[in-house]
């Protein structure tokens, strides 16, 4: 099974593709929906969330193992020590490695109901990401990857601090990190001098989502821990009552930010899908990502 490392080893940038676990069988089928019409445009890697917002456990497993059984496409796991002891860890890193997984996402995760209640670890887990990353690395052969903040992870005290375990968590193993979200290109940038600056030589890649509808814009600006640019809030709200016409602008800024960051030599870009292909195929496409066939 090809790495994820491997898969970024080419001449020009690659994209790759993340979704959430199916919570019924009604998103079970967007779900596959989506993944059959990306994996013809050939991603670098899909990877499939663990545990976040609620969703199924027991579904990343199960539908990381039908990709990687069914697909052509390289499958990445997440997985996080929330409340998981490490016996528990081993026996899902066992179930990776058993279905043909051989990259592995390593994330502390957030404490269940509210992300930011107090993070009380499993009596016999783990405390930070740092850790997953050393259980993963002694079990196998497995390509690893962490979590990156551009604005700092909400919980650090400042940005010095982030970099500080972001950095020793690469060092305990990890391949490359990939990027929460954010607006301007110099964001993920500073974020990638400030790991370069440290002599760590991990990839670094950002995390896009297309801006599509309000919504996004709003779940981008959650997610991200920072407030949107007023030069993007300019651009998107007038059309907040158009929808046609807020989807056209998001994905124009969302493309203009891509190619921003390839010309910055990011090597892959990772795409949020929640799921659904639409946005990703066309901001791929516009960026000439695809192979000419697809
Ligand atoms: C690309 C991506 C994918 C994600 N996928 C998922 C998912 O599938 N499921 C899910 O539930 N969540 C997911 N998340 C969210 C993530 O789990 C949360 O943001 C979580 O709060 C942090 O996880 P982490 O792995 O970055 O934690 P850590 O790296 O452990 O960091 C947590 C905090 O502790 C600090 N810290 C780290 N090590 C130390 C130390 N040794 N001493 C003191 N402080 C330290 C860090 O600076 C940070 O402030 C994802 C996030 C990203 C960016």
């Not at 490490?86 to 179930?95: Q, S």
């Not at 957030?110 to 930011?116: E, F, R, S």
């Not at 919504?215 to 007038?238: C, N, Q, V, Y």
């Amino acid at each position: 099974m090809t790495s994820v490392v491997e898969r970024l080893q080419g001449d020009g940038p690659v994209f790759s593709i993340e979704f959430f676990p199916p919570r019924d069988t009604a998103d079970e089928a967007v779900l596959w929906k989506s993944i059959r019409e990306l994996e013809p445009l050939d991603p670098a890697y899909m990877s499939i969330t663990y545990g976040a917002g609620g969703s199924s456990r027991d579904g990343t497993i199960r539908s990381i193992a039908r990709v990687a059984t069914e697909t052509t496409l390289v499958p990445m796991a997440h997985l996080t020590a929330v409340n998981h002891s490490v016996a528990e860890l081993r026996n899902v890193i066992g179930w990776y490695a058993a279905v043909g997984v051989r990259n592995i996402l390593a994330l502390r995760g957030d404490p269940p109901g509210d992300v930011y209640g107090d993070w009380v670890p499993h009596p016999n887990g783990l405390n930070y990401a740092e850790e997953l990353v050393e259980l993963v690395r002694s079990l196998g052969d497995f390509c690893v990857g962490v979590s990156a903040f551009p604005y700092g992870h909400p919980r650090s005290a400042n940005l010095e601090a982030d970099t500080e375990y972001l950095v020793r968590k690469l060092r305990a193993g990890a391949d490359f990190a990939i990027a929460q979200l954010f607006f301007e290109p110099e964001d993920f940038l500073r974020l990638r001098d400030r790991v370069a600056a440290t002599g760590c030589e991990a990839l670094v890649i950002p995390g896009i989502m297309p801006l599509t509808t309000l919504r996004t814009l709003h779940t981008s600006i959650k997610l991200s821990g920072a407030p949107a640019p007023r030069r993007l809030l300019d651009r998107l709200e007038p059309l907040a009552d158009d929808p046609k016409a807020f989807r056209a602008a998001g994905i124009d800024a969302v493309t203009e930010l891509c190619e921003r960051l390839i010309a910055e030599g990011v090597p892959d870009l990772h795409f949020y899908t929640f799921n659904r292909s639409k946005a990703t195929r066309e901001v791929v496409s516009r960026l000439g990502l695809v192979p000419a066939r697809a």
